[in-house]
């Protein structure tokens, strides 16, 4: 069963996770030993933002408007900044995007451009 590793959100899996411990009778898997020892330094600190729920459970929770690209627990209605990695929230869903007009005209100004850089080599 796939499983989040409290320090760095990872999903890892319980028969393969580089170790495991408990706290408050609650079992953590941990992606690498680093993470395990930064656990069991400050379990508090890590216990009190880790999911309990499992991988599988994440996609079946309401989504929320914005989430961290690093950081997909961190889950918000307003575009702020992630609290654990200080970047800018990013939309769940993808966003449409016009055509922009300044890259037409750089891509035509490129395509002339290279037309006559080539010609004289031709």
């Known amino acids: 069963m796939a499983r989040i590793d409290p320090v760095c959100g990872m999903t890892v899996e319980e028969r ?24 069991e330094a400050d379990p508090g600190k890590y216990a009190a933002r880790a999911p309990v729920t499992s991988a599988g459970d994440i996609a079946k929770q309401p989504a929320e408007a914005y989430t961290c690209p690093m950081h997909p627990e961190v889950r918000q209605a ?6 654990t990695y200080g970047m800018a929230l990013e939309p769940n869903e993808a966003i449409a995007v016009e055509e922009s007009p300044e890259l037409a005209d750089m891509t035509r100004r490129f395509r ?9 080599y031709s």
Not at 78 to 83: A, R
């Open 16 to 39: 393969t996770a580089a170790g495991h411990t408990s706290h408050r009778g609650v079992t953590y898997y941990f992606c690498s030993t680093s993470c395990q020892q930064r656990f």
């Open 78 to 83: 307003e575009p702020e900044v992630c609290s």
């Open 112 to 120: 002339v451009s290279a037309a006559l850089v080539l010609c004289p």
